[in-house]
């Protein structure tokens, strides 16, 4: 069990302060990252069609963005063999992380990397946790 002093939550950014999350969190790659999120959606998941984004603020620092309009959706990964239904906020967790992934990779800024421990961590306590890590592994 984890206790309130190490559980960590999310934030949905309000709309006025939309244009800084990225920037923010991910300095001069926030380009190239938020289009790596949209481009692992859409390998992810057949039907995803683009659309709004939310953005997630962690109280460890950390962040992600999940599709607003998007139910459960059914997810595949075949480098993995991972096949099963998620909810939006376990998909765009999961878009996130797979993003953030390639991005420490093309950059290899620590930063970036920083980015994905955090919200790997948040992923381990989220309800669909067993999900999302066996999506990502």
Not at 8 to 16: G, Q
Not at 18 to 33: D, E, F, I, Q
Not at 54 to 68: E, K
Not at 106 to 128: C, G, M, N, P, S
Request: aromatic share 12%.
């Amino acid at each position: 069990m984890i206790d309130n002093e190490t559980r960590i939550t999310s934030t949905v950014v309000p709309d006025e302060l939309r244009l800084n999350v990225l920037p923010r969190h991910l300095g001069r790659h926030y380009l190239a990252g938020e289009s790596m999120v949209y481009d692992w959606a859409a390998r992810l998941c057949s039907r995803y069609e683009g659309g709004f984004w939310h953005f997630f603020s962690l109280s460890n620092d950390g962040f992600y963005m999940a599709p607003a309009n998007m139910g459960r959706v059914h997810v595949r990964w075949h480098m993995n063999g991972y096949s099963d239904m998620m909810g939006a906020d376990a998909f765009g967790i999961t878009v996130t992380l797979f993003a953030l992934c390639h991005l420490a990779e093309k950059t290899l800024d620590d930063t970036i990397i920083e980015r994905y421990h955090q919200l790997r961590e948040f992923a381990t306590q989220h309800v669909e946790a067993a999900n999302i890590l066996r999506a990502i592994d």
